[in-house]
């Protein structure tokens, strides 16, 4: 979550709740599910991964979603200025970065991992013949 130095408080709280700007910034507009969602943006990622960025309207706040297919063996994350965090939703692969040392991490689905700013994280896929790997990292653009 991003910072809460603007937060409006709707109750459940014994903070101040200000019920006029809550009111003032609601919004009952009715909007079709298509019209809510944050379509990505297509980047062309290294070695034929698919790279979308979903990157909504505030500017502390993005996320890549990164597809390798079947047939990749080897990837690099690309370096971002800000921390993010890695969560892995399918496939298997050995994790290598300067701050891991010698010793990869096995990344399997459901495994989150912390990337400090500016380092990479470079990925051997396991499965030469599996389905491939999905990954999602969320971080800050700082830029």
Same mark, same amino acid.
């Given at each position: 979550?991003?910072?809460?130095?603007?937060?409006?408080?709707?109750? +459940?709280?014994?903070?101040?709740?200000?019920?006029?700007? +809550?009111?003032?910034?609601?919004?009952?507009?009715?909007?079709?599910?298509?019209?809510?969602?944050?379509?990505?943006?297509?980047?062309?990622?290294?070695?034929?991964?698919?790279?979308?960025?979903?990157?909504?309207?505030?500017?502390?706040?993005?996320?890549?979603?990164?597809?390798?297919?079947?047939?990749?063996?080897?990837?690099?994350?690309?370096?971002?200025?800000?921390?993010?965090?890695?969560?892995?939703?399918?496939?298997?692969?050995?994790?290598?970065?300067?701050?891991?040392?010698?010793?990869?991490?096995?990344?399997?689905?459901?495994?989150?991992?912390?990337?400090?700013?500016?380092?990479?994280?470079?990925?051997?896929?396991?499965?030469?013949?599996?389905?491939?790997?999905?990954?999602?990292?969320?971080?800050?653009?700082?830029?």
């Amino acid at each position: 979550m991003a910072c809460s130095d603007n937060t409006v408080r709707a109750g +459940l709280t014994p903070k101040f709740i200000d019920v006029p700007t +809550l009111c003032a910034m609601l919004d009952y507009r009715c909007r079709t599910v298509d019209e809510n969602k944050f379509t990505p943006v297509q980047q062309g990622g290294a070695g034929g991964a698919g790279v979308s960025v979903y990157d909504p309207a505030v500017p502390d706040f993005s996320v890549l979603r990164v597809e390798l297919a079947a047939g990749e063996m080897d990837y690099t994350l690309p370096l971002v200025d800000s921390a993010s965090i890695l969560l892995t939703v399918q496939g298997e692969a050995d994790a290598y970065s300067g701050s891991l040392g010698e010793e990869p991490i096995y990344v399997t689905r459901g495994t989150v991992l912390f990337i400090s700013a500016g380092e990479s994280l470079h990925l051997k896929l396991k499965k030469a013949g599996g389905s491939g790997m999905v990954m999602f990292r969320a971080y800050c653009q700082l830029s």
